[in-house]
């Protein structure tokens, strides 16, 4: 409380100090932009630009049309809130965050207008189905970064089916919502001198959804020379998750109920439709837009021969030499499989429940069953439970078996994928930086509760000063230190290490950083849950990570 006050009485004494800020405007390519002068609690003055058009709304006959260069303006533009997020999947969502269709902006925070400062340029996630730049309040993005001399950019991008639905052709062309995020990032180029930042020293930054379109963006050549270095936290394009698995099929269930499917003009008859049409499409369970499956999302990008020439085990052999963290929580899978309500998913009181034959059952329904071939699925299955059951201590060790479950769900979803994304990169020359976010406050999760460690979007409140939802310990604070030490030298330098950390590459030792309020290197980065999977199981036909066959 003392803190509290003592930080308002700053800033009071610093506005006096200033008097009134004057608010900053900038005249972009298309038009003056009018934003706020915001100071940090460290007494830094931020320009803040929130809501700036970077393509024409995406409405009418531009829906399901790439993104349009945005017409020019002549009255400057108030750019001082964030802008409504881009619709996400559900009725029920598009009420509670107040989405809308015209939803194409970004936001700019700069602590000075003339210089010539890198620039962070984030991309959120919320699996290609929900998400805003409003998932982060403003002063994350003044306090961690523009204060240490960053410009930082954030944007929204079309989700679910308005942003991956497709044809895959011409008449409603693939991954819509990444080529937003291309044209943002092609905005940047053009206008971010404007603001003080450097053009050529571009760091892409996202967490989930947002790092696999980051490491999308490493492999298409249409984004290749607009950024230099780039920030992966918890996802890969080598994931099923991101290669639209599902995204056909949906989008011809899409077709086929709004009796598209026949027309003349297809994409001119989805357009005629209204979003209550949309949702009225019966697309999966309630909440994912999805199947009932692992592979929960009914629309995400796919590899469509343009945007995304090849899949990713064929790009990354080739990988631009673009610098890369690549990061993953302790326990990635613990959100999905015990906290969420997915198909699969495992809530109390089945954690006390869980024995080697809710393991194997598990496997079966949701592995094995899949795309293996039926003589190889008993095999497949044998290997895989035993795998997963080393060290076991007996059957009624309910919490080993239920850490199995959810190390298996990790696995698949991010831990081998981004291994098998560090090794082809490294392979090819590029400069790989990996980590853990190996800290853990264990008043996020019930002390008594199984799979204790850091899960998916743990390592947000630290990295982007999101706000704890606990009361922080002096470790918490030495770990948010840690890490936001190392992503700004990364954004200012391409190297994360700094003058009391050393953080070194990625090679054949799977060598990664610990990353605590002590960080220490490590090696073997999920080594054997690698080796199993790309090795052990290459004697099978299906590769159950990527959701392909071998090739």
Request: glycine share 8%; net charge negative; aromatic share 14%.
């Amino acid at each position: 409380m003392k803190r509290t006050l003592g930080i308002f009485c700053f800033i009071l004494f610093l506005n006096f100090a200033y008097g009134a800020l004057p608010a900053p405007m900038v005249i972009t390519k298309y038009g003056a932009v009018v934003g706020s002068a915001q100071i940090t609690q460290d007494g830094t003055v931020i320009n803040e630009f929130m809501g700036i058009p970077f393509a024409q709304p995406p409405v009418g006959k531009l829906r399901w049309e790439k993104p349009a260069t945005p017409i020019p303006w002549t009255s400057p533009l108030n750019t001082t809130a964030y802008k409504q997020g881009c619709i996400p999947c559900m009725s029920g969502q598009v009420e509670s965050f107040g989405a809308t269709e015209d939803c194409l902006y970004l936001n700019v925070w700069t602590p000075d207008l003339q210089g010539s400062l890198p620039v962070l340029f984030y991309i959120h996630g919320g699996a290609y189905t929900g998400g805003s730049a409003a998932d982060f309040p403003p002063q994350s993005w003044r306090e961690v970064w523009s204060r240490r001399g960053i410009v930082v950019v954030t944007i929204q991008y079309r989700l679910a089916e308005l942003g991956f639905l497709t044809t895959n052709d011409s008449r409603i062309v693939a991954n819509l919502g990444l080529w937003d995020q291309n044209m943002a990032l092609r905005w940047v180029q053009d206008n971010i001198g404007r603001f003080g930042g450097n053009s050529k020293r571009v760091t892409i930054y996202g967490g989930s959804a947002g790092s696999s379109s980051v490491s999308q963006h490493t492999m298409s050549p249409y984004s290749k020379d607009l950024f230099q270095q780039a920030i992966a936290m918890s996802g890969s394009a080598m994931a099923e998750f991101a290669r639209g698995t599902n995204t056909l099929d949906f989008s011809n269930l899409y077709f086929k109920k709004l009796k598209c499917d026949t027309a003349p003009d297809i994409k001119a008859c989805m357009q005629s439709k209204t979003l209550d049409e949309l949702y009225k499409v019966e697309a999966g369970y309630e909440g994912s837009c999805g199947p009932s499956s692992l592979d929960w999302l009914g629309f995400a990008p796919i590899i469509d021969g343009d945007f995304l020439p090849v899949q990713p085990e064929i790009a990354f052999k080739n990988a631009y030499n673009i610098p890369i963290i690549m990061g993953l929580n302790q326990k990635e899978g613990r959100v999905f499989t015990l906290e969420a309500n997915y198909p699969f998913s495992v809530l109390p009181p089945g954690y006390s429940k869980y024995t080697p034959t809710s393991f194997a059952n598990y496997i079966a329904t949701w592995i094995t069953s899949r795309n293996y071939a039926t003589s190889e699925n008993a095999t497949a299955h044998t290997d895989i439970f035993s795998f997963y059951s080393q060290n076991t201590t007996g059957a009624n060790d309910h919490y080993f078996w239920i850490e199995q479950y959810v190390r298996s769900y990790s696995d698949y979803i991010m831990n081998v994928p981004a291994v098998r994304e560090a090794l082809a990169k490294t392979a090819a020359g590029v400069p790989v930086f990996a980590f853990i976010f190996d800290h853990y406050n264990n008043q996020t999760w019930p002390v008594t509760f199984p799979c204790q460690g850091s899960t998916h979007s743990g390592d947000s409140p630290y990295v982007l000063d999101a706000g704890f939802s606990f009361t922080p310990t002096v470790e918490d604070v030495a770990t948010a230190n840690n890490i936001q030490e190392l992503f700004v030298q990364f954004i200012h330098t391409g190297n994360p290490s700094t003058n009391h950390i050393n953080w070194d590459k990625f090679g054949s030792k799977l060598e990664y950083l610990s990353l605590s309020e002590k960080p220490v290197m490590k090696t073997d980065w999920f080594g054997p849950s690698y080796r199993f999977w790309t090795e052990a199981m290459k004697k099978y036909s299906y590769d159950f990570i990527s959701g392909q066959y071998w090739k």
